[in-house]
């Protein structure tokens, strides 16, 4: 039981400072799912906004977490692919997971779905590389998806 809540804790931690992290932007509308509903996938969505409008461009966060700080990149864990975890391959638009450490509070990111531009669709391209998460990555990141938007805007145009 004990170790129940601390994982509980961990997770619920991890998700704070996901979204301490994201509403740091003035450009993004932050909403955490129920957690009943996320036990599994994205625990956070978050949707553009241009002018303090939401746009409609959403992408998806799912948050992992441990106790002990990493040493190195190895370190972090594998993630589900497409073929083991369907639920993965099912999501319509970009998706990140954000992995925190407890021990010194440090992010590091990773693409779900990455946004390619070249046929507008999404893509794991950049499935099996962590990044540090701060704030210049996270500008990284909706600058991508702002980018991929636009051009699947365009094409329809």
């Not at 939401?54 to 998806?60: D, E, H, I, L, Y």
């Not at 590091?108 to 999404?122: A, G, I, Q, T, V």
Request: glycine share 4%.
């Amino acid at each position: 039981m004990i170790q129940e809540d601390l994982q509980y804790f961990i997770e619920y931690r991890a998700q704070n400072l996901a979204m301490v992290h994201l509403t740091r932007r003035q450009d993004l509308i932050v909403q955490r799912l129920d957690d009943k509903q996320s036990d599994r996938g994205l625990k956070i969505l978050a949707t553009l906004q241009k002018d303090g409008i939401s746009t409609g461009r959403m992408f998806g966060i799912d948050v992992q977490a441990r106790d002990k700080a990493i040493a190195n990149f190895a370190d972090l864990p594998q993630l589900p692919t497409r073929e083991t975890e369907p639920y993965y391959q099912n999501i319509p638009f970009p998706a990140c997971v954000f992995f925190f450490t407890m021990d010194d509070d440090l992010g590091y990111y990773k693409w779900l779905k990455y946004p390619l531009l070249e046929d507008r669709e999404l893509d794991e391209l950049e499935r099996d590389r962590w990044h540090l998460l701060d704030r210049n990555a996270l500008s990284q990141i909706v600058d991508a998806i702002a980018t991929w938007y636009d051009a699947k805007q365009h094409s329809i145009a």
